[in-house]
């Protein structure tokens, strides 16, 4: 290492140390600082030219100190930013090394080039639907095309009838002409002047019946969609009281799904986020936005904000958050969809009981390195040759397991 920076010492170290710290950053400093842009906090493209490592390190563990003592840098820059105190972190050397190294490695990855005010996405973007929004943009294009082929099967409709009526009008215009004329001997006469009798159709014994048996299986088929509709709000998307966009949060900002939800990985629950947490960023940035106001005003009249529920399951089902995110590994777009790209949240799974069965006999559990399965996985393996040892292996499909 150089004075100035990790360059010349760890230029070619291990990709894993910088993956480290891109996690340790994500999870502690995202919320106030981005590589190329001013948030709470300056920009960090390159910082490490700006400062020397041994300063880096320290003003990192306990800006505070540093303030207090005096240093010229430390205190430039905490009045640069209007005296908004940075938090302390008992990182360990390391840690603090690995995270310097990923943010070299972000300095010296190229720019995202600027957002398209026509479509709201970056230049990279336009041209496909690279990273982990492409299942989602694929899905709206597919969207947009059925929504136009309605359209086109309606228009193919309405010419249809269209051409029905016109040649029915043509008939009569021909039949008219026809029966004015002089010459036409009786065969011809009684052809012109021959009238079709509907009444004939609808009065069929066999129409009848094939009508009131297509219309019976029309309404039980609406009845049974209904009722196993019932329960299930796949797709509800509420209107919040505040306009939060997790797309700009999670997505644009990166900021860790457990910065706000800080219970997500040690509870049963993952709470919804105090105002605190958003004045930890509001206090600063956008504070004249009417949003944002919103929260100045619940904080000042002590009163919470009422936020709107998405995802609910029924009283009778136990559902433990922190047993699937912390001991399952499950990432939180597994269940929740690409939240990082909604500006408004909806439920994206159906959240139904056969849903969870099915993810429950197909996801394999990581038993690696853990004790207590290794007799639990001998005896499957003993008894179900080639299968993989799944959460259903261990009893998770057991009715006991979430109605209790």
Not at 201 to 212: F, H, L, N, P, W
Not at 306 to 319: G, S
Request: aromatic fraction near 8%; proline fraction near 4%; charge should be neutral.
């Amino acid at each position: 290492m150089t004075q100035d920076g990790l360059t010349a010492g760890t230029a070619s170290g291990d990709d894993a140390v910088a993956a480290a710290g891109e996690t340790l950053f994500k999870n502690n400093c995202a919320s106030c600082h981005a590589i190329g842009e001013k948030v709470v906090g300056p920009a960090l493209r390159d910082v490490y030219k700006r400062h020397k490592l041994p300063w880096l390190k320290s003003w990192i563990r306990n800006s505070s100190q540093m303030v207090q003592s005096g240093d010229k840098e430390a205190v430039a820059l905490f009045n640069e930013y209007d005296k908004q105190q940075m938090p302390s972190f008992a990182f360990s050397d390391d840690q603090l090394t690995s995270i310097l190294k990923y943010i070299e490695k972000a300095s010296a990855a190229p720019a995202a080039l600027p957002a398209d005010p026509a479509t709201g996405g970056s230049g990279v973007a336009q041209g496909g639907t690279s990273g982990p929004g492409g299942g989602d943009a694929a899905a709206a294009g597919a969207g947009v095309a059925g929504k136009y082929l309605d359209y086109v099967l309606i228009a193919l409709i309405i010419v249809l009838i269209v051409m029905v009526i016109t040649l029915l009008i043509i008939a009569n215009i021909l039949g008219d002409y026809l029966r004015g004329k002089k010459d036409l001997d009786g065969r011809d006469l009684e052809l012109v002047n021959q009238r079709f009798d509907f009444s004939k159709i609808y009065k069929s014994r066999a129409v009848q019946i094939i009508v009131g048996l297509i219309f019976t299986v029309v309404i039980l088929d609406a009845l049974i969609e209904e009722t196993y509709g019932v329960g299930i709000q796949q797709g509800y998307q509420p209107t919040q009281p505040i306009a939060f966009s997790h797309k700009l949060h999670a997505g644009q900002h990166e900021i860790n799904c457990n910065y706000c939800h800080t219970s997500v990985y040690k509870s049963k629950n993952a709470n919804i986020p105090s105002a605190n947490i958003c004045m930890n960023c509001h206090s600063q940035i956008k504070k004249e936005s009417p949003e944002i106001q919103k929260i100045y005003r619940a904080i000042e009249y002590n009163k919470p904000i009422e936020w709107v529920r998405i995802h609910n399951l029924p009283d009778l089902a136990y559902f433990n958050h922190s047993q699937h995110t912390q001991v399952g590994k499950i990432e939180c777009q597994t269940c929740h969809g690409q939240i990082q790209n909604m500006d408004v949240v909806y439920q994206y799974s159906p959240l139904t009981m056969g849903w969870c069965i099915n993810c429950h006999r197909e996801t394999p559990l990581n038993t690696q390195g853990n004790k207590y399965y290794d007799n639990l996985v001998k005896l499957h393996d003993e008894a179900n040759k080639g299968m993989a040892f799944t959460v259903s292996s261990n009893g998770g499909t057991e009715c006991s397991k979430c109605h209790y």
